[in-house]
């Protein structure tokens, strides 16, 4: 993928400057002279850019995902795990998965300037909402990972929430939606089974209710479909190696209509 080579090549680094800028060299490690070798020869990646995007996704979700998983001061082994299948899910190369980690451990330290890399993120995303919610399902995932949301982790994101500009009730609705299975797979830690989804848990994906009406649950279904739609999500500069998970979200949410439809007996 292109942003990984420049992001390996330093250049990201270099022309994004910031907490993001310097959290990429840490996480790829820096290369200055190729990085000002693409300068040189006109490669801009402005603000907004869809490379540069990636690059900032990538770089904040697995940094704050280690900040959150130090929240109540110790690391566990599940939420390691968690972390660990995420890289696996999105089937990282050797080089970028170790930056990964890196990135995981820098979110971890004392001193990881959160505030800073969350307002630089906000700016870098330049209002794609659909991909600040896929950050903060990935990071409540993550905060999940030992089957347990404990206050400081919630405190921890409802400031992130704030932070980012993002109502707490989106957190909240995306909190029920994650207790009713949504986003279980892959990133589940082994120490959760797989449930088998009852009709309440599909309302609770759809974030609707038994009292909607046909046209409300159909809202409902359209306006997750639209926000989670992998190529959509793709263009506006979800990295491509999360189109799995999109992918997979896109069918439960499929799978949650179709059940409540034929529970109401809907066309």
Same mark, same amino acid.
């Given at each position: 993928?292109?942003?990984?080579?420049?992001?390996?090549?330093? @250049?990201?680094?270099?022309?994004?400057?910031?907490?993001?800028?310097?959290?990429?060299?840490?996480?790829?490690?820096?290369?200055?002279?190729?990085?000002?070798? +693409?300068?040189?020869?006109?490669?801009?990646?402005?603000?907004?850019?869809?490379?540069? $995007?990636?690059?900032?996704?990538? =770089? @904040?979700?697995?940094?704050?995902?280690?900040?959150?998983?130090?929240? %109540?001061?110790?690391? =566990?082994?599940? *939420?390691?795990?968690? @972390? *660990?299948?995420?890289?696996?899910?999105?089937?990282?190369?050797?080089?970028?998965?170790?930056?990964?980690?890196?990135?995981? +451990?820098?979110?971890?330290?004392?001193?990881?300037?959160?505030?800073?890399? &969350? %307002?630089?993120?906000?700016?870098?995303?330049?209002?794609?909402?659909?991909?600040?919610?896929?950050?903060?399902?990935?990071? &409540?995932?993550?905060?999940?990972?030992?089957?347990? &949301?404990?206050?400081?982790?919630?405190?921890?994101?409802?400031?992130?929430? +704030?932070?980012?500009?993002?109502?707490?009730?989106?957190?909240?609705? #995306?909190? *029920?939606? #994650?207790?009713?299975?949504?986003?279980?797979?892959?990133?589940?830690?082994?120490?959760?089974? =797989?449930?088998?989804?009852? !009709?309440?848990?599909?309302?609770?994906?759809?974030?609707? +209710?038994?009292? @909607?009406?046909?046209?409300?649950?159909?809202?409902?279904?359209?306006? #997750?479909?639209?926000?989670?739609?992998?190529?959509? !999500? $793709?263009?506006?500069?979800?990295?491509?190696?999360?189109?799995? %998970?999109?992918?997979?979200? =896109?069918?439960?949410?499929?799978?949650?209509? *179709?059940?409540?439809?034929?529970?109401?007996?809907?066309?």
């Amino acid at each position: 993928m292109a942003w990984w080579g420049k992001a390996l090549g330093g @250049a990201f680094g270099f022309m994004m400057g910031g907490p993001l800028g310097a959290l990429i060299g840490i996480g790829f490690g820096h290369n200055f002279d190729k990085g000002i070798g +693409n300068v040189m020869s006109g490669e801009k990646f402005e603000p907004g850019q869809q490379e540069r $995007v990636q690059a900032a996704f990538f =770089t @904040a979700t697995f940094s704050v995902m280690g900040h959150i998983a130090k929240a %109540d001061g110790k690391v =566990t082994p599940d *939420e390691i795990r968690m @972390a *660990e299948a995420v890289m696996s899910h999105m089937g990282l190369t050797a080089d970028v998965r170790e930056s990964a980690k890196r990135l995981f +451990n820098e979110g971890k330290s004392d001193d990881f300037p959160l505030d800073e890399v &969350l %307002d630089q993120f906000k700016k870098e995303l330049h209002r794609r909402n659909t991909l600040l919610q896929m950050f903060l399902e990935i990071q &409540l995932q993550a905060a999940y990972a030992d089957g347990v &949301l404990d206050q400081a982790e919630e405190k921890l994101l409802t400031h992130i929430c +704030n932070r980012l500009g993002v109502p707490v009730s989106q957190l909240h609705r #995306l909190e *029920e939606m #994650l207790k009713a299975g949504f986003g279980q797979g892959s990133y589940q830690s082994s120490a959760r089974p =797989t449930r088998t989804h009852s !009709l309440s848990d599909a309302y609770h994906i759809l974030g609707s +209710n038994k009292s @909607a009406s046909d046209a409300e649950v159909k809202k409902s279904y359209r306006r #997750l479909m639209s926000q989670h739609h992998p190529d959509k !999500l $793709v263009a506006k500069g979800l990295p491509e190696e999360m189109i799995k %998970d999109a992918t997979e979200k =896109t069918q439960q949410i499929k799978d949650a209509y *179709e059940q409540i439809k034929e529970s109401r007996g809907m066309r």
